[in-house]
């Protein structure tokens, strides 16, 4: 009898926790980052990242890796699991972390690294119709809408051709909202970073690797107990935000409503909505929150770090 778990892929994130951290693996990363920035990568190693601070919530809401290039450039990989709502200004605060730990004080300012913040998310992060987005520093004119360039001394000394190539960039992946068939080495990597799947036509750089070195069946038994577990953790999370989302949109609109029609006037019934929304999106939130505790609290997480996890006191955690 075959093995049930043959030709079935690890997860991305566990991966880069688990696996991709040995070099002989850096093949899989320097296939996402060749795909995704559209040149060459090689990895020259791995960098201390926050990762290694991780408290218990983020073992499975998040997870992240800081590599170096074989130019010096800095590559900040993050997956996220659950919703964060200011996770635009993360992005921010993780680039601009690097950009002022890596230059030792009293280096002149041509020594500030290049920075790529690479976010590899599962939930709906801001609105918007595609699933990659890229993002970058250019200056323009005010008044003539020029883009302001390097002068050829500047391009020659820091061996760029914009000034952008000299600010941090950032990719957003966004792979729940991928949903066709895969015709491009990216989208084939969308694929398998939504599904855990790798077709057997991918010829993406990295997949190959990927699909030999990332199988299921190549883990021990302890450690496909903690991967399963792992993906436990992930679908609690996710099934608590979509209900938190849902329970709270039901019950703002059912309220809104009942005060609308009390108020008998047009601007009576938006405001009355519009309180209504609000209270029933908090309700749902807290209700959330608690789930989410409940859940953490069962799988014997710490009530001190679900505390701090969740905002709920010691006190609320307890009898739940």
Do not use: C
């Amino acid at each position: 009898m075959k093995n049930s778990n043959e030709n079935q892929i690890i997860r991305f994130d566990w991966a880069m926790k688990r696996l991709l951290r040995n070099k002989a693996n850096f093949s899989v990363l320097e296939g996402l980052l060749t795909t995704l920035l559209g040149e060459k990568i090689i990895i020259r190693r791995l960098l201390e990242s926050e990762s290694n601070q991780e408290d218990e919530y983020d073992k499975y809401n998040r997870v992240d890796m800081l590599a170096e290039n074989s130019k010096g450039e800095l590559v900040l990989i993050e997956v996220q699991n659950n919703n964060e709502y200011a996770y635009f200004q993360r992005m921010l605060f993780g680039t601009s972390k690097l950009v002022t730990e890596y230059i030792n004080r009293g280096e002149s300012y041509d020594k500030v690294r290049k920075v790529y913040s690479v976010n590899i998310v599962y939930f709906s992060l801001g609105h918007g119709t595609d699933f990659v987005y890229h993002g970058k520093t250019e200056f323009r004119g005010i008044h003539t809408n020029d883009l302001l360039e390097l002068t050829p001394f500047q391009k020659q000394t820091f061996k760029v051709d914009a000034v952008s190539q000299l600010y941090p960039e950032y990719y957003i992946l966004k792979v729940n909202d991928f949903n066709q068939v895969a015709r491009s080495p990216l989208e084939e990597w969308i694929y398998y970073l939504n599904t855990g799947e790798i077709p057997s036509t991918a010829t993406a750089p990295g997949l190959e690797e990927a699909r030999e070195r990332l199988k299921l069946d190549s883990m021990t038994k302890d450690e496909l107990a903690a991967y399963y577990r792992h993906l436990d953790n992930i679908v609690i999370l996710r099934d608590n935000i979509n209900t938190e989302r849902e329970e709270g949109r039901a019950e703002g609109k059912a309220e809104g409503r009942a005060e609308g029609r009390a108020e008998g006037r047009a601007e009576g019934r938006a405001e009355g909505i519009e309180e209504g929304l609000n209270k029933g999106l908090a309700k749902g939130h807290k209700e959330g929150v608690k789930e989410s505790a409940r859940n953490l609290k069962k799988l014997g997480v710490a009530i001190e770090v679900i505390s701090q996890a969740t905002g709920l006191s010691k006190e609320e955690i307890e009898i739940l």
